[in-house]
């Protein structure tokens, strides 16, 4: 090694320590706040010592310094008269590095908290139940509970045990299901959703109990209730009335629907039928039975009538019918149901008047178009839908029926009452050229 090189002495440089301890303690380079805050005595509060930052301000611009201490002289006189009852407390360096002084009131505050017991932590949220439980015993008491009594045709079961009757009754045309929610104390709400398959209907109800099963039979008698409000028990629960008639008076009354027209027509009006399927509304239970309405708004009359085929269910609508005719007519008229006569329009001289209709509308191009319907296929029959149209216009209500020739005459009946009400002139000037012609329309 060459000789040139320095060498140094350890052991001859001074110690760190003490040079350190040489210095005056508020000029020592601290190496953390909490070595700082140990250096001061408790009773002594030394001047703002930061790294990088003057002790005293005030030595670099004299000119201020006598300004600053007078100003600080008065700030410390009002402090000291407006909180005259404070002390402070052994100093704490804030997070900046100055000194700040904490009231010995406040700091009592927070010990007093800190010796308090710390909050239970925070158990499962559960629904607040109300004073009092919406159980069963408090449906039977303030809603309106349908009893056996009210509806003897409806099975005792539906009242003993509502549940089951109503999944074995509704079970091929409505889905239920239950949805449970806890409650306080223990307790369980249940909400019962009723969904029909085939309808855009949902019925929802809700109860509660003490226990889940509890809870899901006060809603069951809940919504009991709730078809019971809307009318819908009888139909969904109550048994198939069916109008039964026999054959003789099927071979009798063959032409009852087309009666009903003729009878109307002696009025000037259209009767309004109606045919439904009650599929959905008998559970399933009988699959092929249908429903015919006939009204007539114009006298109040307004009848049905259910059967397994489409030909019985009209027929037995109409025999209905007749009767509440002969009641309306008892009140109203003579007493006697007269269904047509030679000098009314009716079935049997429509199709002449329309053909007259051509003869003093020259030019007017009159024809019926019969479309079969084939919705009521599976109640062993198709209809016949035909309608009259003038000049590609319809004229006049469509109708329905099983044979075409009679759905054809009751469309240019529809039609003639049509014209009828539109021009009253033209049905008497259609009676004068039928009495010339002995009955026939003569072309001119």
Known sequence: MPSSLHTTDILSLPSWRSSRQAQPIHQRRLQSTAQESRLWDDNVVPPAV????NPNPTENN????????????TSKSSRTQSQPSLTSVPHRRSRRGTITTTPTTLTRAKR???MSPAPPPAQRARTEAPTELRDEAYIRKHMHVPTLKMYPELPPSLFEHPKESIHNT???IAILSSAYTPLARENFGCS????????NRVEVVHAQGSSKKSAEKAAYVALLCHFHKSGSLRELFGPIVMDTID????ADEADAKMDIYNYAARFDCVPRFNIQSLNKSLRGRLRKVIEVTVALPEQDIKVSAKEKSLKHAEIAAAISFKKEAERYQGEHGDGAIVIKDSTTINSSNARNFMEYYK?????????????PNQQYRSFGAVLQQAQVFINDEPVGEPVEMILKKKAEDLAYLTAAIALKKGDPDLYPAFLQAARSGNGEILRP
């Open 50 to 53: 930061l790294h990088g930052r």
């Open 62 to 73: 004299p000119s201020k310094s006598g300004e600053r201490a007078q100003a600080s002289e």
């Open 170 to 172: 509704l079970q091929k």
């Open 112 to 114: 007093q908290a800190a």
């Open 359 to 371: 003869i003093v509308r020259p030019g007017a191009r009159v024809e019926v178009k019969v479309l």
């Open 192 to 199: 019962v959703t009723c969904r029909f398959v085939d309808e």
């Open 247 to 250: 054959q003789q008076t099927i």
